[in-house]
T-cell receptor, first 112, second 108 residues
Framework: KAGVTQTPRYLIKTRGQQVTLSCSPI?????VSWYQQTPGQGLQFLFE???????NKGNFPGRFSGRQFSNSRSEMNVSTLELGDSALYLC???????????FGPGTRLTVT | GIQVEQSPPDLILQEGANSTLRCNFS?????LQWFHQNPWGQLINLFY???GTKQNGRLSATTVATERYSLLYISSSQTTDSGVYFC??????????FGAGTRLFVKA
């Protein structure tokens, strides 16, 4: 099976812009979770989607949002980008809620 | 929320040495995973181990759920083992929590 894929792999944006990141889970996996990794805060949970519904959400402002499509692919959106949003954004898929997670290669976002 | 602590934060080994990494968590969990993050940022699954002991080659892991800790053993370390090791825990209905990681450097 193909692994979790994320696009784009690298992205440079300017403060105030918005960005959309995409994640395709492993075939058959219905749960997709998103994480932000920064040197200062480590790996932090953003949100989890299962069957097109957000099931859990981390402590991030409303500028961070996501959605999941019927084929389980997921997107996350960050609006009004801030310098502090520069991070590695990781997506993970799992066959079920709370199951073993498999991570994609990540999208490295730089906000200037 | 659940607190996850990993120790040691940093570890330097000579190639061929053995090591033990520890993950303590503050409450009961349904799921515990160990990952290795390579220099390119990819998180690689090592073990899914909510309880018990598992082995995979030179690596093994033990989780004692009743005492709220997990151990990752690396034997005969190699330079390719360098990177950051994370444990992550999940309690059903809650979000996944990652520890801060153990940064391992194996010298040739």
């Amino acid at each position: 099976k193909a692994g979790v894929t994320q696009t784009p792999r690298y992205l440079i944006k300017t403060r105030g812009q918005q960005v959309t990141l995409s994640c395709s889970p492993i075939s058959g996996h219905r749960s997709v979770s998103w994480y932000q990794q920064t040197p200062g805060q480590g790996l932090q949970f953003l949100f989890e989607y299962f069957s097109e519904t957000q099931r859990n959400k981390g402590n991030f402002p409303g500028r961070f949002s996501g959605r999941q499509f019927s084929n389980s692919r997921s997107e996350m959106n960050v609006s009004t980008l801030e310098l502090g949003d520069s991070a590695l954004y990781l997506c993970a898929s799992s066959p079920r809620q709370g199951g073993e997670q498999y991570f994609g290669p990540g999208t490295r976002l730089t906000v200037t | 929320g659940i607190q996850v602590e990993q120790s040691p934060p940093d570890l330097i080994l000579q190639e061929g040495a053995n090591s033990t990494l520890r993950c303590n968590f503050s409450d009961s969990v349904n799921n515990l995973q160990w990952f290795h993050q390579n220099p390119w940022g990819q998180l690689i699954n090592l073990f899914y181990i909510p309880s018990g002991t598992k082995q995979n080659g030179r690596l093994s892991a033990t989780t004692v759920a009743t005492e709220r800790y997990s151990l990752l053993y690396i034997s005969s370390s190699q330079t390719t083992d360098s990177g950051v090791y994370f444990c992550a825990v999940l309690r059903e209905g809650f979000k996944t929590i990652f520890g801060a990681g153990t940064r391992l450097f194996v010298k040739a």
